[in-house]
């Protein structure tokens, strides 16, 4: 879902991170972090999405684990060279679980298996993904710094949405997941998209989502003393 990457309704996110400078342009860095992502065909300019007419929420705790790159020389206390944009690039893990409304309910959408899933065989709840971004950080004094960035996960799996191959057939879904898993499968608004074997989502790429963000980074490390200060022999 939200094929064109529509940002109408951001989800929340928020985590702690830590980072290791290694010299004045690498460190590494790791991350946990809660999103809430979602979409909804509703919002979509396309005329097939709006009458598939599906949606999908979900709480995302992502592990990131990236390395960091400065494009100019970095040093944290420094009276000058205190700032400089970067970029990064990485893994993550995370765990997810869509779910969609339904008569005012609010219902997982694996244990459905809405697109004919065998039992036991539905997709996993875990999975991870590589993480490119890049931003601008600089010192507001001594131990504080911000950073203001943008990345994205590159995920390994096309179900974040529930959303990935054909409808399923619908008489062997109610005999073995019941009439709500069918209701849920297909909210289809026109007849005739629903039918079995008809396409429900897009194979050819896997899901991503995006952060967008800003960080206040306390610093613990020494600060060297600048050369002029140093005694000399």
Not at 73 to 87: A, D, I
Not at 153 to 176: E, G, M
């Amino acid at each position: 879902m939200n094929t064109n990457l529509k940002i109408v309704k951001p989800g929340i996110a928020g985590g702690i991170l830590a980072r290791k400078n290694f010299n004045t342009r690498v460190a590494l860095r790791t991350s946990l972090s809660f999103a809430r992502v979602g979409a909804d065909d509703s919002d979509s300019d396309n005329n097939f999405e709006r009458n598939r007419n599906l949606s999908f929420k979900s709480n995302v705790f992502d592990w990131t684990n990236v390395i960091e790159f400065n494009f100019f020389h970095y040093e944290h206390g420094h009276p000058r060279h205190n700032k400089t944009p970067y970029f990064f690039g990485g893994f993550n893990i995370f765990h997810y679980n869509p779910k969609a409304e339904f008569n005012g309910n609010l219902y997982a959408l694996r244990p459905l298996g809405t697109e004919g899933q065998p039992l036991g065989q539905e997709y996993s709840t875990v999975s991870g993904g590589l993480v490119l971004g890049g931003g601008f950080k600089f010192d507001v004094n001594r131990t504080i710094s911000f950073n203001i960035e943008v990345s994205t996960r590159f995920l390994f799996t096309d179900y974040l949405d529930d959303v990935s191959t054909v409808f399923p057939d619908k008489s062997a879904l109610a005999s073995s997941r019941g009439e709500t898993a069918v209701s849920l499968s297909d909210r289809s608004l026109v007849d005739g998209i629903g039918d079995t074997g008809r396409q429900r989502g897009d194979t050819k790429g896997n899901d991503k989502y995006t952060f967008v963000g800003i960080s206040i980074m306390k610093y613990f490390g020494g600060i060297e003393c600048p050369e002029i200060s140093r005694i000399k022999n």
